[in-house]
């Protein structure tokens, strides 16, 4: 089974480069599929356009934001319930197969057995409207050693908690592969281990964020090859700075993780 892939194109496009070239390249190198983050800072309506004009679905988007106020807060439960609803009418209308949620950062003292409550009370609130819909909400894992100081989900343990609280076919995981190696390692076994919980990938070279290339300490080969053999079948969206050229960038992406 081959390993779908996506470009994750807020993180992948140079600021120079208009939107409507990056995804003719994308799709002539073999791309059938990209993704934004938050839907509000983008043309909603003219990303789906230009995806469609070359070939290409939308299938993931942030769906509340942001990443340091979340479901760990229930403060913020409310507001995210309504955001997450928003964002899972739009999905469903657009035929976007997965909306993202963020657990926000800890709060100062909390166990993290309570914040797993938490974020699981907040979800049970919205888990129903998703599952009507047919949208996935999937939990992003992040982590909080270099690039998100605080987050609470920042290891896997985590994530398939909230998730196992929760109880829904539509509630799982963003399994961040460049997140999860600063983290935790073990990336290969833990994929295994948790893939009936994981509803999307996300990749990037590790140190940097950057090219997956020999450079960076994953080996990608290996984890796509591993993903395929679960039998996974949504989609390894690549959110990597590019190094030099992106259309290069994208074009050695997408051959590595070809299984």
Not at 26 to 53: C, D, T
Request: aromatic content about 6%; some cysteine; charged content about 25%.
């Amino acid at each position: 089974m081959a390993v779908k892939q996506s470009v994750v194109f807020p993180m992948i496009k140079p600021p120079d480069m208009p939107l409507d070239e990056l995804f003719r390249e994308a799709a002539a190198i073999g791309y059938r599929a990209a993704e934004l983050w938050f839907r509000e800072s983008e043309n909603l309506g003219e990303v789906l356009r230009l995806a469609g004009k070359h070939g290409l679905k939308i299938v993931s988007m942030c769906g509340h934001g942001t990443h340091t106020r979340g479901l760990n807060q229930p403060s913020e439960h409310d507001r995210v319930e309504a955001e997450l609803r928003a964002s899972i009418d739009i999905a469903a209308r657009h035929n976007i197969p997965g909306v993202i949620a963020l657990s926000g950062n800890r709060n100062p003292g909390e166990p993290d057995a309570d914040a797993v409550e938490t974020c699981a009370r907040a979800l049970k609130r919205v888990a129903p409207y998703a599952e009507k819909a047919g949208v996935n909400i999937n939990l992003e894992l992040l982590n909080s050693r270099v690039d998100h100081p605080g987050y609470f989900c920042d290891r896997t343990a985590l994530g398939a908690a909230v998730c196992e609280r929760v109880n829904s076919p539509r509630v799982k995981l963003l399994y961040d592969i460049y997140h999860m190696q600063i983290m935790e390692g073990d990336v290969i076994r833990t994929i295994r281990e948790n893939i009936r919980r994981i509803g999307h990938f996300h990749t990037a070279g590790n140190p940097g964020r950057q090219d997956m290339d020999d450079t960076q300490e994953l080996n990608y080969r290996a984890i796509c090859r591993a993903i395929a053999e679960t039998g996974y079948d949504g989609y390894v969206g690549h959110e990597f700075k590019p190094k030099g050229d992106a259309v290069e960038a994208l074009r050695r992406a997408f051959e590595m993780c070809s299984i």
